[in-house]
């Protein structure tokens, strides 16, 4: 049975460490962290801001303020999922707080707004430095890879003790805006509000250069990017020439435009990680990556919002195991988020699909022989929500005779809060959790008895894009049943989860 123990982990806040580099609240965080261990909670999952660590200048960091809180969190006998936050805090849906990337990142960003990601009509977005600068040395003579790899250094250097006591379980890697790989496509900074399908964004001058080269070297040098064409933020996929049924999408030129532009994001997110598996070399923890649960639109036939996005997915195209496949060369986690989505609670009109979404997420990792991990994207107390998370955790339920057929590595929760620490609240999330461990006693180092944690290998060879490509061959996504086979007590679902459920359907459902 151990082996259908998922571990859980739930998020700290946000703001647990101030812009000002110190650890808010710390007795009454302590007491909260508490809280969970009673629970019997596996760890918890923290943002370690690049925009807090290196903001008084380059290569200037200062972790003192996570080294408090890592002790903390040891002390508590709870594990650690650290995040490598390389993008603003503000502008995402559950953002309480306003972290921006480094001051000194910023400042260069004054002089040459090119940095960041810009959408056809040049608004610039600064939650994040744009792909396109990845290899140009513009950082007082660094780029942006050698800067995310200098910072990643830097924690395990000035981490060692932590990660050498197993305190860190895995390091996942901001790869885009929220920390997920992506473009900014839905910014709510800039007007955008669920269910629109968002814009492209990749009209920096390094994008559009590399677009042009790229255009030429198959012999068309007169193909353009989208432009107008493909709607603004609020639009529906039907208001636009490009996303329409039967779009420009679809044509020679549009499918060119969107395997560059989801090519560039593989890639972007490959060198990364190379980096990462290269800093944490023979460390005992996993490396994540976190791709987001673009959920609406996905019954529409051109899958728009996903599209923006950077994931190029449609009925006839697998969008997602071509990134399954390249975190196969890391032995990296696929952290997928809306795990506790329900169709039902959706608005008809976003012709939303969670389920299948990541139904199909979860299966392009499985097959390709990866882990595969969850969150959820709302805060949620309710059964249907931890009910939701249950089936999606282990699809084809329990297996009293060894390892699930199906199973998740492993669930993180969003968010802690004073909220889900509510009598009501944190009882029913204590029965979840109960659940989550297949009704057994708190298991610490869980993952021995299905995955075990090793000394981080190399990475494998480098995938050539073509060999990437091959896998969006759609295939049928591994059958899922209809519900979990462990239920939480139907009996104890707060009001929230009650009323959530009677008036899903009218209300907005936004993503993380």
């Known amino acids: 049975m ?32 508490k809280c969970l261990k009673s629970a019997d909670v596996d760890g918890v999952m923290l943002d370690v801001w690049w925009g807090i660590v290196e903001n008084e200048g380059s290569e200037m960091y200062d972790w003192s303020a996570y080294r408090a809180l890592f002790q903390m969190i040891k002390e508590e006998g709870l594990a ?14 559950g953002d309480i707080i306003y972290i921006p990337i480094p001051k000194w990142i910023r400042e260069i960003g004054k002089s040459n707004p090119d940095i960041f990601y810009t959408n056809y009509r040049g608004t610039k977005n600064e ?19 050698e800067m995310y790899n200098d910072y990643m250094k830097s924690f395990r250097e000035n981490m060692a003790d932590f990660l050498a006591a197993g305190l860190i379980k895995d390091i996942e890697v901001g790869l885009g805006p929220a920390g997920e790989m992506r473009y900014p496509s839905y910014p709510e900074t800039q007007g955008w509000a669920f269910p629109g399908i968002g814009e492209f964004q990749c009209y920096d001058k390094y994008l559009q250069e590399d677009f042009k080269e790229a255009a030429a070297e198959v012999g068309h040098p007169e193909w ?17 020439n490009f996303f329409k049924t039967n779009g420009t999408y679809l044509t020679e030129e549009g499918e060119f435009f969107l395997n560059w532009y989801s090519s560039k994001l593989i890639v972007h997110a490959d060198q990364v990680l190379d980096k990462a598996n290269l800093v944490f070399l023979g460390c005992k923890v996993k490396l994540a990556a976190k791709v ?14 996903e599209l923006t996005s950077g994931y190029y997915n449609l009925t006839d195209r697998d969008g997602y195991r071509p990134i399954a496949r390249m975190l196969s060369r890391h ?52 059964k249907y929500a931890y009910n939701q998370i249950l089936k999606n955790a282990r699809p084809n339920g329990v297996n009293k005779c060894g390892p699930p057929r199906l199973r998740i590595f492993g669930m993180t929760y969003l968010r802690l809060s004073d909220e889900l620490l509510k009598e009501d609240n944190f009882s029913l999330f204590k029965f979840f959790v109960k659940k989550m461990h297949a ?9 021995k008895y299905f995955a075990p944690i090793e000394p ?14 091959e896998a969006t061959k759609p295939e049928e996504p591994y059958p899922f049943d209809s519900e979990t086979d462990m239920p939480v007590d139907s009996g104890s679902s707060s009001l929230f989860g009650t009323v959530f459920s009677v008036f899903g359907k009218i209300k907005s459902i936004f993503i993380r």
């Open 224 to 240: 353009e990017m989208p432009g107008a064409d493909a709607g603004e933020y609020n639009d529906k996929p039907e208001s636009t």
């Open 292 to 305: 987001a649960g673009i959920h609406w639109w996905y019954f529409h036939p051109s899958h728009a919002a």
């Open 127 to 145: 939650e994040c430095l744009s792909l396109g600068v990845d290899n140009q040395p513009l950082f007082f003579g660094r780029t942006a890879i």
């Open 331 to 382: 032995y990296a986690i696929l952290n997928f988020t809306c795990a506790e989505m329900r169709n039902s609670e959706q608005p008809e009109e976003a012709k939303s699909g969670p389920e299948e979404l990541v139904q199909q997420v979860l299966s392009a990792g499985w097959r390709e022989g990866i882990l595969v991990a969850c969150e959820n994207a709302l805060g949620r107390y309710d």
């Open 2 to 33: 151990e082996a259908n123990y998922v571990p859980v982990y739930v998020m700290l806040p946000l703001d647990v460490v101030s812009t000002d580099n110190q650890l808010q609240k710390p007795d009454e965080l302590r007491e909260m962290l």
């Open 80 to 93: 650690l999922q650290a995040v490598m936050s390389f993008h603003q805090c503000g502008g995402n849906v």
């Open 439 to 447: 009704d057994l006693n708190y298991l610490p180092n869980s993952d």
């Open 456 to 469: 981080m290998a190399r990475s494998k060879a480098e995938i050539p894009i073509e060999e990437l490509l």
